[in-house]
């Protein structure tokens, strides 16, 4: 996995002459990406004129109200291809633009409704870009967690109560299985997170 790139202040925004742009999500895919880590965004469907290019970096939004989740950077998109390679007049295959993640912050984000965006994909002035990376500030402190995930299974042997613990995570994921998170030398801290989000899971506490 990459780690996050350090926020510099003063940064442009700009790399070799390269582009500054804004990517903003749908919900559906805004949750998809905030519950499970990736290490780019690919996007699909995005017309071919005025998309940026290799090296261009972008800002991604998330919709309703609009608020910065990450910073990226547009690497090389995926080769097109036809549909049906043995017929040459098949469709081709829409253009994947990959954006690299630099810099994540799907749990803190920060309100973005000053920018006037145009749709899905919108070219930013570098200085409007620059303002709003900053706005992140530095990146948090990275530390060692413990994350585990505790599921009762009945099974008529080890290596069966296994497979379908694995079964269990694969079905139901992030969306419905609790996982339970603490800092590295204080289990007293652990959190239950359900839906990427701290969830009560002492019943007794909410009568």
């Known amino acids: 996995m990459t780690t996050e790139t350090a926020h510099r202040a003063g940064e442009t925004g700009r790399a070799d002459g390269a582009g ?22 690919e996007l699909t469907g995005l017309a071919d004129v005025g998309r940026p290019g290799p090296g261009d970096r972008v800002a991604v939004l998330a919709d309703t109200p609009p608020r910065l989740v990450a910073l990226g950077r547009v690497t090389a998109p995926a080769q097109r291809h036809r549909e049906d390679p043995d017929d040459p007049q098949s469709p081709v295959e829409p253009a994947t633009l990959v954006v690299a993640y630099t810099r994540r912050a799907f749990d803190e ?13 919108t070219a930013l002035d570098p200085a409007a870009f620059r303002a709003l990376a900053d ?5 948090p402190t990275r530390r060692t967690w413990l994350v585990s995930l505790d599921l009762p299974i009945e099974a008529g042997t080890s290596a069966e ?12 994921g992030p969306r419905e299985l609790p996982a339970f998170v603490s800092p590295s030398g204080d289990e007293l801290a652990m959190q239950a997170f359900v839906l990427g989000a701290e969830a009560n899971q002492d019943p007794e506490e909410d009568d």
């Open 20 to 41: 500054t742009w804004a990517v903003l999500l749908p919900a559906e895919r805004y949750e998809a990406e905030r519950l499970v880590h990736h290490d780019t965004l």
């Open 109 to 121: 984000p920060v309100p973005a409704d000053r920018l006037a965006l145009d749709g899905p994909l």
């Open 135 to 139: 706005r992140l500030g530095p990146p």
């Open 161 to 172: 109560a296994v497979r379908l613990f694995w079964s269990y995570v694969q079905e139901l």
